[in-house]
T-cell receptor
Framework: AQKVTQAQTEISVVEKEDVTLDCVYE???????LFWYKQPPSGELVFLIR??????QNEISGRYSWNFQKSTSSFNFTITASQVVDSAVYFC???????????????FGQGTTLQVKP | DSGVTQTPKHLITATGQRVTLRCSPR?????VYWYQQSLDQGLQFLIQ???????AKGNILERFSAQQFPDLHSELNLSSLELGDSALYFC?????????????FGDGTRLSIL
């Protein structure tokens, strides 16, 4: 069965600290896609990144970086030098590709609430 | 601004009533998705439409129905409302219909059942 687990319910850090948000997924599919979304206090969901199962290269975008490890079914998200504006709920999500699925259905984890204190 | 518009932003109604939530996708997007976010269930996929046709169904109750119109906007109809239907309902859109599509979310409609 497909499942996404974000074991960290809440994390609190002080500004400028680095923080890593964990995401572990389960799927029987060999082709799948992983996503991270941010939900700031205002409530909207903001797309951050998409990764396909064939590309295990780490990705960096400014202060954000993502580490995809197929061997451990993990897709972790690191924020370097955190800022107060990073305070939000972060969701990891999975979508499966053919033959198991060919739709855009996203399976979300429960989310990790990140609080960055000044 | 994601370009996805949801109306209304807030809706307060009573048990047993029926409501309609509306979504306009980003310009050029053909797929529309509906998700429900509640404290106990988290973010749950409800249904996907692509260019007017239903593409995928999730844990959507029989009391709920949706459609996508020729102009690509979508409506989610919730009937015989129960207290447990109180939630934030998100609409998202994407260009294509497949699993590799980043979905862009609206601001949500917060539904409160009294």
């Amino acid at each position: 069965a497909q499942k996404v687990t974000q074991a960290q319910t809440e994390i609190s850090v002080v500004e400028k600290e680095d923080v890593t948000l964990d995401c572990v997924y389960e799927t029987r599919d060999t082709t799948y896609y992983l996503f991270w979304y941010k939900q700031p206090p205002s409530g909207e969901l903001v797309f951050l990144i998409r990764r396909n199962s064939f590309d295990e290269q780490n990705e960096i975008s400014g202060r954000y970086s993502w580490n995809f490890q197929k061997s451990t079914s993990s897709f972790n998200f690191t924020i370097t030098a955190s800022q107060v504006v990073d305070s939000a709920v972060y969701f990891c999500a999975l979508s499966e590709a053919p033959p198991l699925s060919n739709t855009g259905k996203l399976i979300f984890g429960q989310g990790t609430t990140l609080q960055v204190k000044p | 601004d994601s370009g996805v518009t949801q109306t209304p932003k807030h809706l307060i109604t009573a048990t047993g009533q029926r409501v309609t939530l509306r979504c306009s996708p980003r310009s050029g997007d053909l797929s529309v998705y509906w998700y429900q976010q509640s404290l106990d269930q988290g973010l749950q996929f409800l249904i996907q439409y692509y260019n007017g046709e239903e593409r995928a169904k999730g844990n959507i109750l029989e009391r709920f129905s949706a459609q996508q119109f020729p102009d690509l906007h979508s409506e989610l109809n919730l009937s015989s409302l129960e207290l447990g239907d109180s939630a934030l309902y998100f609409c998202a859109s994407s260009v294509g219909q497949g699993p590799n599509q980043p979905q862009h979310f609206g601001d949500g409609t917060r539904l409160s059942i009294l």
